[in-house]
């Protein structure tokens, strides 16, 4: 079973500010998905990366899939409250096993 | 278009009661996929269908737990009898059968058992 741990857990930062968030895992996938779950909602789809070393940007979240399709990770440039969440990875193969999740919280 | 739909979107019942949650998928979607979501194990896979067949039904936590799919339109969880550990938020989720399709989530069955 591959496993996804994230981190960090929880983060509370004020709106303006970066953050990076993480993505490990001691396998290798084929592709691997980042989703954004809201209070009272099911997650959604942020993006889907797919190459070793990709990078995606989706206005100001930049996603990088690692060299060796091992990690990724999430950068928020300026967070605003509207990105408050729990922001999950999971692989994107057909069993679609989810990550720990980071849960974040962006102050006004 | 409509998304996944679940029902009901709250359920409080007693301990040993029958419980029944209900999803509607994606028209068109070939995968239907059951999770569990809760604060200390996160949003945890039950169990998925392709093509209304049961594929891998090993985190289902236990035979109190059942899933049903009998047409491409309609499924099922249901939890027999429900103990106080079954609380949580049940999610249903559709997608095309295939590698980096996006699952598609609805909203969630939020499950008190007392």
């Known amino acids: 079973t591959q496993l996804l741990e994230q981190s960090p857990q929880f983060l509370s930062i004020q709106e303006g500010e970066n953050l990076t968030v993480y993505c490990n895992s001691s396998s290798v996938f084929s592709s691997l998905q980042w989703y954004r779950q809201e209070p009272g909602e099911g997650p959604v789809l942020l993006v889907t990366?797919?190459?070793?070393?990709e990078v995606k940007k989706l206005k100001r979240l930049t996603f990088q899939f690692g060299d060796a399709r091992k990690d990724s990770s999430l950068h928020i440039t300026a967070a605003q409250p509207g990105d408050t969440g729990l922001y999950l990875c999971t692989s994107g193969t057909y069993k679609y096993i989810f990550g720990t999740g980071t849960r974040l919280k962006v102050l006004a | 278009d409509a998304g996944v739909i679940q029902s009901p979107r709250h359920e409080v019942t007693e301990m040993g009661q029958e419980v029944t949650l209900r999803c509607k998928p994606i028209s068109g979607h070939n995968s239907l996929f059951w999770y569990r979501q809760t604060m200390m194990r996160g949003l945890e896979l039950l169990i998925y269908?392709?093509?209304?067949?049961?594929?891998?039904d090993s985190g289902m936590p236990e035979d109190r737990f059942s899933a049903k799919m009998p047409n491409a339109s309609f499924s099922t969880l249901k939890i027999q009898p429900s103990e106080p550990r079954d609380s949580a938020v049940y999610f249903c989720a559709s997608s095309l059968m295939g590698n980096n399709s996006p699952l598609h989530f609805g909203n969630g069955t939020r499950l008190t058992v007392t």
């Open positions: 990366v797919v190459t070793g070393g």
């Open positions: 269908f392709n093509n209304n067949v049961p594929i891998d």
